[in-house]
């Protein structure tokens, strides 16, 4: 089946801007995952969705970031007034761990979004 | 402060040798620790992990090693291949049946040469 998809695949905002992230998981997983990759780093966590219901945002950086999954299914990551430190790759992850037959950790990652703000 | 730590950016290995990729943990609260492999422009993709009850774990040509006492963890492939270049990453979690979020190293790019 299809993998986990984001879009738009590339995006420059001007500092100021709000932009908008989605991301498709894999049909039928239940946890929902995003992590921002700043260049020559390796992802951090931002936040967790278990169905509609986001558990985890601890990692969220500021109040500028917002991210949602009214149906359970597609989620959005929101950042509003973007600053030049926002420029990253935002990646979304999927998981089927809540069931017995995934293994601890194992995540589907989408190809991300390439933010950059100008 | 890195709680994962990837000390080596790159590394270079001949094909058909044995390819090591290193990793040093700080909080030993973590429970399961995992590779992950990245292609540019692509999102990262699990290769393999491995239970803090275990010290070894294979899958074909890659082996992940654990020393729970060091907090270290390794990964070794063998023979190495030219599709085996890539970025690779070390993760940590604490396993449970929902937020496994993963704490990741900063990767090493590791080239294997034909």
């Known amino acids: 089946g299809a993998g986990v998809s984001q879009s738009p695949r590339y995006k420059v905002a001007k500092r100021g801007q709000d932009v908008a992230l989605r991301c498709d998981p894999i049909s039928g997983h239940v946890s929902l995952f995003w992590y921002q990759q700043a260049l020559g780093q390796g992802p951090e966590f931002l936040t967790y969705?278990?169905?509609?219901?986001?558990?985890?945002k601890s990692g969220l950086p500021s109040d500028r970031f917002f991210a949602e999954r009214p149906e359970g299914s597609v989620s959005t990551l929101k950042i509003q007034r973007t600053q030049q430190e926002d420029s990253a790759v935002y990646l979304c992850?999927?998981?089927?761990?809540?069931?017995?037959?995934?293994?601890?950790?194992?995540?589907?990652f989408g190809p991300g979004t390439r933010l950059t703000v100008t | 402060d890195q709680q994962v730590k990837q000390n080596s950016p790159s590394l270079s290995v001949q094909e058909g040798r044995i390819s090591i990729l290193n990793c040093d943990y700080t909080n030993s609260m973590f429970d399961y620790f995992l590779w992950y492999k990245k292609y540019p422009a692509e999102g990262p993709t699990f290769l393999i992990s491995?239970?803090?009850?275990?010290d070894k774990n294979e899958d074909g040509r890659f082996t992940v090693f654990l020393n729970k006492s060091a907090k270290h963890l390794s990964l070794h492939i063998v023979p190495s291949q030219p599709g085996d270049s890539a970025v690779y990453f070390c993760?940590?979690?604490?396993?449970?049946?929902?937020?496994?979020?993963?704490?990741f190293g900063t990767g090493t790019r590791l080239t294997i040469i034909p």
């Open positions: 969705f278990q169905n509609e219901a986001q558990l985890d």
């Open positions: 992850a999927s998981s089927r761990r809540d069931s017995p037959s995934g293994r601890a950790g194992e995540q589907y």
């Open positions: 993760a940590v979690t604490l396993s449970n049946f929902g937020n496994e979020k993963l704490t």
């Open positions: 491995i239970s803090s009850i275990k």
